[in-house]
């Protein structure tokens, strides 16, 4: 199943305290994302929905916990936010070994539950792309490897270009990045030079007492693997 992204507009996001929301009613939506060098950047939101569909962001009170553990490693993760309403939790782990398990942990104090949602990081793929391309031209993208992932994104953003996020399945081994998805930034002199992000996504679980209601919760891994794009005149 492909990852579904929800856009949500800020004006309409609110922010309530974890302690006043049911176990059964809160959602987590975790991506994690490590890097070829083994860094692993986590981003959490927490959340739940009212009956119009709105989401309402979650924070957490003083003695609850939200923490990222992989590779023996234990990080608390940071808040940022409410911004217009919006909550995210943060965190960064380095050095994580490839292919490693990572759980979030959700500790909450007025309930005393530990709620655990995990994953596991897709194998690497390995890249098959030009290093350089004309300008106006498409870009055609293969790849093999990614064992455990269930799709693919390529994407790339740079001061001169940008290359919106395309998608395709793994088992696909390939695709085209058409181009009006590649966009050159006004004025920009070429050759300019990009780093093409290719990234295999798996999909994880998220503890099964959290709200499963379609996709109000979501647990993302990614392994990222880039390669230096020039475009050219």
């Not at 498409?138 to 064992?147: C, I, K, T």
């Amino acid at each position: 199943m492909k990852p579904i992204l929800i856009t949500i507009s800020l004006a309409a996001c609110t922010a309530e305290p974890l302690g006043g929301v049911a176990t059964s009613e809160l959602n987590l939506w975790a991506d994690v994302t490590r890097d070829e060098a083994g860094k692993v950047d986590v981003m959490v939101e927490l959340g739940t929905y009212d009956a119009a569909l709105d989401k309402n962001y979650v924070y957490l009170e003083p003695d609850d916990r939200l923490e990222v553990v992989s590779d023996a490693r234990r990080e608390e993760l940071e808040q940022s936010g409410p911004i217009l309403g919006v909550v995210q939790y943060h965190a960064t782990l380095d050095t994580v070994a490839t292919g490693s398990d990572v759980e979030i942990e959700l500790t909450r104090a007025a309930t005393g539950e530990t709620l655990i949602s995990d994953g596991t990081f897709p194998e690497a793929l390995a890249i098959t792309a030009p290093s350089s391309i004309a300008r106006d031209t498409s870009l055609q993208v293969a790849w093999s490897g990614g064992f455990g992932a269930e799709d693919v994104e390529v994407t790339a953003t740079a001061p001169c270009a940008r290359i919106e996020t395309t998608r395709a399945s793994l088992a696909d081994g390939s695709l085209v990045v058409t181009t009006d998805k590649i966009t050159m930034t006004p004025d920009a002199s070429l050759p300019c030079q990009l780093t093409l992000r290719v990234t295999a996504v798996a999909r994880g679980t998220t503890d099964p007492r959290l709200d499963d209601w379609w996709v109000a919760s979501g647990f993302f891994t990614r392994q990222v693997s880039e390669q230096v794009l020039m475009i050219t005149e």
